[in-house]
T-cell receptor, first 114, second 114 residues
Framework: KAGVTQTPRYLIKTRGQQVTLSCSPI?????VSWYQQTPGQGLQFLFE???????NKGNFPGRFSGRQFSNSRSEMNVSTLELGDSALYLC?????????????FGPGTRLTVL | QQQVKQSPQSLIVQKGGISIINCAYE??????FPWYQQFPGKGPALLIA???DVSEKKEGRFTISFNKSAKQFSLHIMDSQPGDSATYFC?????????????WGLGTSLAVNP
């Protein structure tokens, strides 16, 4: 069974731009969570989607948004990019909502904001 | 404010030695404590997890020790191998009804010398 895939793997943007990241969960998994990983803050939870609905949200500004499609694929969007948004963005899928102990991570998208 | 404090930040161990990573938490409502292993270019992968009703859990060379009264838990890697060289994260689950989410430590970079 294929793992969680994320595209693109690397991205370079400039301040003020917006970016869209994509995540394809493991086949059969209906929940997708997004995390931001930085050296100083570690992994921080962004949001979780299940059945096309956001069911949980972390403490990030409204510039960070996401959505989930009927095939469980998810996208994350960051608008008006800031230098501090440079990070590894990880997506994780699980069979059901809130299944933290059955959560599988993708390799991440490395975003650099110049 | 880091709710899960992890130490040390980095660790160097000789092959065959014991690697010990510690975490401390503040929120007594945490009810699930996983450890993740992350290799460069990969997302974190669940290694082993424990719930507060047991004091120790062992899986192969990996053991979690849990001290509920001290609000501390640790990962022991016995007979450490060069292939164990990775970044290790502890985490804790904050279960607020349906809003389950992981709170992560900042990670420990482990290097096992051959």
């Amino acid at each position: 069974k294929a793992g969680v895939t994320q595209t693109p793997r690397y991205l370079i943007k400039t301040r003020g731009q917006q970016v869209t990241l994509s995540c394809s969960p493991i086949s059969g998994h209906r929940s997708v969570s997004w995390y931001q990983q930085t050296p100083g803050q570690g992994l921080q939870f962004l949001f979780e989607y299940f059945s096309e609905t956001q069911r949980n949200k972390g403490n990030f500004p409204g510039r960070f948004s996401g959505r989930q499609f009927s095939n469980s694929r998810s996208e994350m969007n960051v608008s008006t990019l800031e230098l501090g948004d440079s990070a590894l963005y990880l997506c994780a899928s699980s069979p059901r909502a809130g299944e933290i102990n059955e959560q599988f991570f993708g390799p991440g998208t490395r975003l650099t904001v110049l | 404010q880091q709710q899960v404090k992890q130490s040390p930040q980095s660790l160097i161990v000789q092959k065959g030695g014991i690697s010990i990573i510690n975490c401390a938490y503040e929120n007594t409502a945490f009810d699930y404590f996983p450890w993740y292993q992350q290799f460069p270019g990969k997302g974190p992968a669940l290694l082993i997890a424990i719930r507060p009703d047991v004091s120790e859990k062992k899986e192969g060379r990996f053991t979690i020790s849990f001290n509920k009264s001290a609000k501390q838990f640790s990962l022991h890697i016995m007979d450490s191998q060069p292939g164990d060289s990775a970044t290790y994260f502890c985490a804790a689950n904050q279960d607020a009804g349906n809003n389950r989410k992981l709170i992560w430590g900042l990670g420990t970079s482990l290097a096992v010398n051959p």
